[in-house]
Nanobody, 125 residues
Framework: QVQLVESGGGLVQPGGSLRLSCAPIASTYGMAWYREARGHQRELVAAITAGDATEYADSVKGRFTLSRDGTENKVNLQMNSLEPDDTGIYYC??????????????????????WGQGTQVTVSS
């Protein structure tokens, strides 16, 4: 049974930073962060393979960094230069089988049933 707990959400001004964490995970998991804004479908923000290759949504490239902390068995999503459009509930998802596929120079992540409870991120002045 995979039970994930997210942390690190909050209220931040535009241009600010937050770091989200998701634990506990195993080093062999593929992992991803999704977000759900009000009135919108849940969308993929970033994903990481068991080998630590990463993939990002175009809207967050250059601003967000997803990394794995093997010592603390968690993944961190560092979010910089936050914008109001980044507002939403952020969910982590675990793929114990690391089934990300690579084609056309991009990794593709398929979500599993293993979700955290979500953490709210609000970017507002």
């Amino acid at each position: 049974q995979v039970q994930l707990v997210e942390s690190g959400g909050g209220l931040v001004q535009p241009g600010g930073s937050l770091r989200l964490s998701c634990a506990p995970i195993a080093s062999t998991y593929g992992m991803a962060w999704y977000r759900e804004a009000r009135g919108h479908q849940r969308e993929l923000v970033a994903a990481i393979t068991a080998g630590d290759a990463t993939e990002y949504a175009d809207s967050v490239k250059g601003r967000f960094t997803l990394s794995r902390d093997g010592t603390e068995n968690k993944v961190n999503l560092q979010m910089n230069s936050l914008e109001p459009d980044d507002t939403g509930i952020y969910y982590c998802n675990a793929d114990p089988w690391n089934r990300l596929t690579y084609r056309g120079g991009k990794y593709y992540y398929t979500p599993t049933d293993y979700w955290g409870q979500g953490t709210q991120v609000t970017v507002s002045s």
